[in-house]
């Protein structure tokens, strides 16, 4: 992948004044039931060796025949990223030796792969990125080797031995580990968002492979070493840290990167090289005599268009347009089918979008985050939420107490917002008389303060506010009081 010249971004971060170019190759598995080339089933977790069938071991005698659901997932990805979908691709054998690779080669795509190009754009920090996409190939899963349950000896488990992968390979326009993960998760989002992969990372449903380089700005691109299999987002931003440091002290202290396959290992938080890197001509690729080409007429790539769900992209692009979301919120509002459905559902409810998105992507992903959870274990209802913004807007409650009610809320998802509301007496005052007074008590008592917000500090002006808030015991409405200072201490 690393091979070309590739310009430096000209905001392109540096490390020790190496500029760091990271691509990607994914492997998701794909969600059919079968696997790409038999009836076998692919479920996971079964006794070992018990779901890999003649034809997933080439016995001699067995042909291999195309999965058509593995072929929809990989056309329904192509739609999802803004990819061509090749009218006529081919399957080659990829030739290794391996012990869980009974046949000695993999089936796999090369010079034609099923989806060509595209692109996968997201959000690092308020920052929006564009990783472009190589291709999606579509291939066989290989076995499983077991080390840990057997002493001097390897096992092997043929279970996941044809299981259908789609490899999704990137160009090296990554300049991070923060941007490599970002990258990671947004695809991640979106192979589960369609339902073409279930994004299980610790069953191997969805694994990344990184290809790290350094190199000094405006140079070639440097020799990459490919960290393989990391099946979480904290390992692999770890990983990349690591190997981005260890190539940049190699190359300072003169000595040569080699390319290489390496592994990392969490226990140390390092990289170690498990094996010199094969090019694709280390593989000797050839068209797999037994499967015909594979051909995608555009009226089927129309039908899987048309059962497809809404994309987060589009989504997000109604969020702007119906509820007046900037394109960050929307963005980060449809990180997930259910924060998106949350969010909607809420927003309706009360008519109050900005302040919906605001308290899921601020006070809710906050807890949720503590507890190590997600929305969908979320205790307080979309109803719950809209109803409490609706007692925010309409100056029920201040914030604060809103926060308050949360807390209620959180531990209790029985509790009615306008029940907790008049139980804790978080009611705001709207008496403007009453309010008036302590205003009126405040700016006696504060005369330093008056005098600075009067000289032009107009921070002065919130210490009053606070002092306000502190006299009504937090009931004020701190807009309202702000208000009602500036008009008394206009000159």
């Given at each position: 992948?690393?091979?070309?010249?590739?310009?430096?971004?000209?905001?392109?971060?540096l490390?020790?004044?190496?500029?760091?170019?990271?691509?990607?190759?994914?492997?998701?598995?794909?969600?059919?039931?079968?696997?790409?080339?038999?009836?076998?089933?692919t479920?996971?977790?079964?006794?070992?060796?018990?779901?890999?069938?003649?034809?997933?071991?080439?016995?001699?005698?067995?042909?291999?025949?195309?999965?058509?659901?593995?072929?929809?997932?990989?056309?329904?990805?192509?739609?999802?990223?803004?990819?061509?979908?090749?009218?006529?691709?081919?399957?080659?054998?990829?030739?290794?030796?391996?012990?869980?690779?009974?046949?000695?080669?993999?089936?796999?795509?090369?010079?034609?792969?099923?989806?060509?190009?595209?692109?996968?754009?997201?959000?690092?920090?308020?920052?929006?990125?564009?990783?472009?996409?190589?291709?999606?190939?579509?291939?066989?899963?290989?076995?499983?080797?077991?080390?840990e349950?057997?002493?001097?000896?390897?096992?092997?488990?043929?279970?996941?031995?044809?299981?259908?992968?789609?490899?999704?390979?990137t160009?090296?326009?990554?300049?991070?580990?923060?941007?490599?993960?970002?990258?990671?998760?947004?695809?991640?989002?979106?192979?589960?968002?369609?339902?073409?992969?279930?994004?299980?990372?610790?069953?191997?449903?969805?694994?990344?492979?990184?290809?790290?380089?350094?190199?000094?700005?405006?140079?070639?691109?440097?020799?990459?070493?490919?960290?393989?299999?990391?099946?979480?987002?904290?390992?692999?931003?770890?990983?990349?840290?690591?190997?981005?440091?260890?190539?940049?002290?190699?190359?300072?202290?003169?000595?040569?990167?080699?390319?290489?396959t390496?592994?990392?290992?969490?226990?140390?938080?390092?990289?170690?090289?498990?094996?010199s890197?094969?090019?694709?001509?280390?593989?000797?690729?050839?068209?797999?005599?037994?499967?015909?080409?594979?051909?995608?007429d555009?009226?089927?790539?129309?039908?899987?268009?048309?059962?497809?769900?809404?994309?987060?992209?589009?989504?997000?692009?109604?969020?702007?347009?119906?509820?007046?979301?900037?394109?960050?919120?929307?963005?980060?509002?449809?990180?997930?089918?259910?924060?998106?459905?949350?969010?909607?559902?809420?927003?309706?409810?009360?008519?109050?979008?900005?302040?919906?998105?605001?308290?899921?992507?601020?006070?809710?992903?906050?807890r949720?985050?503590?507890?190590?959870?997600?929305?969908?274990?979320?205790?307080?209802?979309?109803?719950?939420?809209?109803?409490?913004?609706?007692?925010?807007?309409?100056?029920?409650?201040?914030?604060?107490?809103?926060?308050?009610?949360?807390?209620?809320?959180?531990?209790?998802?029985?509790?009615?917002?306008?029940?907790?509301?008049?139980?804790?007496?978080?009611?705001?005052?709207?008496?403007?008389?009453?309010?008036?007074?302590?205003?009126?008590?405040?700016?006696?008592?504060?005369?330093?303060?008056?005098?600075?917000?009067?000289?032009?500090?107009?921070?002065a002006?919130?210490?009053l506010?606070?002092?306000?808030?502190?006299?009504s015991?937090?009931?004020?409405?701190?807009?309202?009081?702000?208000?009602?200072?500036?008009?008394?201490?206009?000159?």
């Amino acid at each position: 992948m690393n091979t070309a010249v590739n310009t430096t971004p000209a905001n392109a971060p540096l490390v020790q004044g190496y500029e760091v170019v990271i691509g990607f190759e994914t492997h998701a598995q794909l969600s059919t039931q079968s696997k790409i080339f038999s009836r076998a089933p692919t479920a996971f977790g079964a006794e070992p060796n018990t779901q890999a069938c003649a034809v997933d071991l080439a016995l001699p005698g067995t042909l291999p025949v195309m999965n058509v659901g593995a072929v929809e997932r990989a056309i329904e990805l192509g739609l999802a990223l803004g990819s061509t979908i090749a009218p006529r691709s081919i399957f080659a054998r990829k030739n290794y030796f391996y012990p869980d690779l009974p046949k000695g080669y993999q089936i796999s795509q090369f010079e034609i792969p099923v989806v060509q190009g595209g692109a996968v754009e997201f959000y690092l920090g308020t920052e929006k990125k564009t990783v472009r996409l190589v291709r999606a190939h579509l291939e066989e899963d290989a076995g499983k080797s077991l080390h840990e349950d057997f002493i001097g000896q390897t096992g092997i488990d043929l279970n996941r031995a044809g299981t259908p992968l789609l490899e999704i390979v990137t160009e090296p326009d990554m300049r991070s580990s923060a941007e490599a993960v970002a990258y990671a998760k947004e695809l991640h989002k979106i192979v589960t968002w369609i339902g073409i992969c279930d994004g299980n990372m610790q069953e191997g449903s969805f694994r990344c492979d990184a290809n790290v380089s350094v190199r000094k700005p405006g140079a070639e691109l440097g020799t990459r070493r490919e960290i393989k299999n990391l099946n979480s987002f904290k390992f692999m931003q770890q990983a990349i840290d690591f190997e981005i440091r260890w190539q940049i002290e190699e190359l300072e202290d003169g000595r040569a990167i080699q390319q290489a396959t390496v592994l990392f290992d969490p226990d140390t938080g390092e990289t170690r090289a498990m094996r010199s890197k094969e090019d694709a001509a280390d593989y000797r690729y050839f068209p797999d005599p037994d499967l015909p080409p594979l051909v995608i007429d555009p009226a089927w790539v129309e039908r899987v268009r048309g059962a497809m769900t809404e994309l987060p992209r589009v989504m997000a692009a109604r969020f702007i347009t119906t509820y007046g979301l900037s394109e960050y919120d929307a963005a980060a509002l449809t990180q997930s089918r259910e924060v998106a459905s949350y969010f909607e559902a809420a927003a309706k409810a009360c008519g109050q979008p900005k302040l919906v998105g605001n308290w899921i992507m601020g006070e809710i992903s906050r807890r949720l985050n503590a507890a190590e959870s997600d929305i969908s274990t979320c205790p307080v209802t979309p109803a719950q939420l809209a109803q409490l913004v609706a007692r925010i807007h309409d100056g029920t409650v201040s914030n604060n107490a809103a926060r308050q009610v949360m807390d209620v809320l959180w531990d209790d998802p029985q509790a009615q917002v306008d029940e907790v509301i008049e139980a804790k007496g978080l009611k705001q005052m709207n008496d403007t008389g009453a309010l008036e007074k302590i205003v009126e008590t405040v700016i006696a008592s504060n005369p330093k303060n008056v005098a600075e917000f009067r000289a032009g500090n107009a921070k002065a002006l919130n210490a009053l506010v606070g002092q306000i808030m502190k006299a009504s015991a937090g009931k004020a409405n701190p807009q309202q009081a702000g208000e009602l200072l500036r008009s008394k201490l206009a000159v």
